[in-house]
């Protein structure tokens, strides 16, 4: 069965950090370009980062030189690692393929930054 797990999420204060991780069922994994998403109160689900073969292909510039995306192929995950983290980086953090592609997200991880 094909699926999504997202953890590493929690509580952090301003300048902190966290390292989101995400399992990958092996056969979305090894074909596709992957991705970070966020969902936050203001705005609609948005790329954070995307990561193909070791490479960076694409990241938000409200993140730029804050979050690092990397991928194990040995272990089929994608993660995120997060510095410098500010109140409005809350939100919920998803990982999908990049573009979309799946018709399913998911539960997501919570990221919340108190100031």
């Known amino acids: 069965q094909e699926h999504l797990v997202e953890s590493g999420g929690g509580l952090v204060q301003a300048g902190g950090s966290l390292r989101l991780s995400c399992v990958v069922s092996?056969?979305?994994?090894?074909?596709?370009?992957m991705a970070w998403y966020r969902q936050t109160l203001r705005n609609e689900r948005e790329l954070v980062a995307a990561?193909?073969?070791?490479?960076?292909?694409s990241d938000s510039d409200s993140v730029k030189g804050r979050f690092t995306i990397s991928r194990d192929d040995a272990k089929d995950t994608v993660y995120l690692q997060m510095n410098s983290l500010k109140p409005e980086d809350t939100g919920v953090y998803y990982c999908?393929?990049?573009?979309?592609?799946?018709?399913?997200w998911g539960q997501g991880t919570q990221v919340t930054v108190s100031s």
């Open positions: 990561v193909r073969d070791g490479a960076l292909i």
């Open positions: 092996g056969s979305i994994f090894r074909y596709n370009t």
């Open positions: 999908n393929t990049f573009p979309v592609t799946l018709s399913y």
